[in-house]
């Protein structure tokens, strides 16, 4: 079966602490770091993760675009992140996915009940991002321990670049 997050970006960015501390002074900042964290937590799971934002943040027509692999999509500009979650929820629903949807809006979990979806709070979501973070922590530090010395000294800045290629970024 195949398994699909959809995130409702603004409302989890405002239940969790560090990305609500964060849209104070950078919005763009907190939005970019949900996106990581869906990024790991769609690597380690292997669900397929969709981060929807609402547009009345960000003006203009629905954007879509595909960042460290994960969809992210900003809503019509009369259209809210609810109706296209809800919308994306009927679109996907079949017998071989199961759609998950990363909210903490109490109405929004009733709707999206109604469309076969399951639900996770955005402190579920947190919760399970943070154990994924400390597992991946784990793999790593046993793998350098593991590893003999690389025979050729990286510098941190290579180093930095085939993070990102493992990321997926370009």
């Keep these: 079966m195949k398994n699909i997050l959809i995130v409702d970006g603004y409302n989890i960015i405002g239940a969790w602490p ?26 380690y ?8 934002f609402d547009a009345y943040y960000v003006q203009g027509t629905t954007r879509k675009y595909n960042n460290y692999k994960v969809d992210v999509l900003f809503t019509r500009e009369n259209e809210t992140a ?11 629903n079949n017998l071989k996915t199961q759609i998950y949807v990363a909210t903490s809006d109490y109405i929004e979990q009733w709707a999206i009940f109604g469309q076969g979806a399951l639900r996770k709070s955005a402190r579920e979501l947190l919760t399970e991002t943070l154990s994924i973070q400390h597992r991946i922590e784990k793999r790593v530090q046993k793998t350098r321990d593991k590893s003999p010395a690389s025979k050729i000294p990286l510098s941190e800045e290579v180093a930095e670049i085939f993070e990102k290629w493992r990321r997926g970024e370009r």
């Design 45 to 52: 799971t292997g669900y397929r993760v969709i981060v929807v």
């Design 82 to 92: 609810d109706e296209r979650i809800e919308k994306l929820a009927i679109e996907l």
């Design 18 to 43: 560090e990305l609500r501390e964060m849209k104070e002074y950078d919005l763009s900042q907190a939005r970019d770091r949900l996106v990581e964290y869906m990024a790991e937590y769609q690597g």
